[in-house]
């Protein structure tokens, strides 16, 4: 329930809000490492879809930063897929960054 209510947070029109919730993001990742396993496929649509293409240099690097931290802190078991469904489906700089996260 928590991360529903984050999830909008993360796709806000609001440029500053939506930068706080990534580096929000990012500081609880390491904390909760795989306890994200149930919501993981919820949280990497809604940090990448348009956090990644962002034209904002916060939010983007914040959204990098995310990317990263996920990648240090989860089992890559968890985070293959859905990687591999984003990289398929972006365009532009996201599907760079996504196709250079999972080589």
Not at 17 to 36: C, F, G, S
Request: proline share 5%.
């Amino acid at each position: 329930q928590i991360f529903d209510a984050f999830k909008s947070r993360l796709h806000d029109s609001n440029s500053k809000v939506n930068q706080v919730a990534l580096e929000t993001m990012h500081k609880m990742i390491p904390l909760l490492k795989d306890n994200l396993s149930p919501v993981i496929n919820m949280l990497i649509p809604a940090t990448v879809d348009n956090n990644l293409n962002s034209k904002n240099p916060g939010v983007y690097a914040a959204a990098t930063n995310v990317i990263q931290a996920l990648c240090q802190h989860l089992d890559n078991s968890l985070l293959l897929q859905p990687f591999c469904t984003k990289a398929q489906f972006l365009n532009g700089k996201a599907k760079q960054d996504m196709t250079e996260t999972l080589a």
